[in-house]
């Protein structure tokens, strides 16, 4: 499986049984990133908010996927969405393999939601905090799920990501090694090295 950045929380995961498009943002929203324009099999949204929900940007091909799609609920605070309200993670099974795009994640899973998520070979996660958890969370996170990669998404660089969230190198200085990818994409194999995967935007 394929799986490229398309800026903030937007990804495309191309696989063998079909394409999906995550969380892609409105026109203008993520300073910095251009505005969504893909055609996949399924477009999926973690919440509501305008820099997650814009699925009039994704054209349907009208082909139903042949991959699995599972949804953990949680919320997009730490008070049960009494501030943000709720979010899904959305995971996807395909070619022998798990990915999950955890949208705007704002607390820590339980341990039922933890084995409701079960292993993973992909974890998209965000890291820069104020809406979601920060790096210090996620990287509990990441410990907590042992995906084989974790991609990072949702933080601030020097050209693009919310002025409000926090930036890249906090969750990433965490780590004793960080793999980072020259362009946007990288693909997924069964026998893929254990890593935090950082992917280049734009390129």
Not at 127 to 150: H, M, N, P, S
Request: a negative charge; proline letters at 6%.
């Amino acid at each position: 499986m394929k799986l490229t950045w398309l800026g903030h929380a937007c990804f495309r995961l191309d696989t063998a049984c079909g394409s999906v498009v995550f969380d892609p943002f409105q026109d203008g929203t993520v300073p910095g990133c251009g505005n969504i324009r893909e055609t996949a099999d399924l477009v999926l949204c973690s919440h509501g908010h305008g820099d997650h929900n814009a699925k009039e940007n994704v054209v349907l091909t009208g082909n139903t996927p042949s991959f699995r799609v599972l949804r953990v609920p949680c919320f997009h605070d730490e008070v049960q969405g009494a501030k943000r309200g709720e979010n899904v993670i959305h995971i996807i099974e395909a070619e022998g393999m798990r990915a999950a795009h955890f949208g705007d994640l704002g607390h820590a899973l339980s341990p039922e939601q933890l084995r409701e998520i079960g292993p993973l070979d992909l974890a998209l996660i965000p890291v820069g905090g104020f809406y979601t958890i920060d790096a210090a969370a996620a990287k509990q996170l990441t410990e907590a799920l042992d995906a084989r990669v974790v991609v990072p998404m949702h933080y601030r660089t020097e050209t693009i990501g919310l002025g409000a969230i926090g930036p890249l190198d906090a969750f990433t200085s965490l780590f004793d090694s960080v793999t980072t990818y020259p362009g946007a994409s990288l693909t997924l194999t069964p026998d893929m090295p254990k890593q935090i995967a950082v992917l280049t935007y734009g390129k």
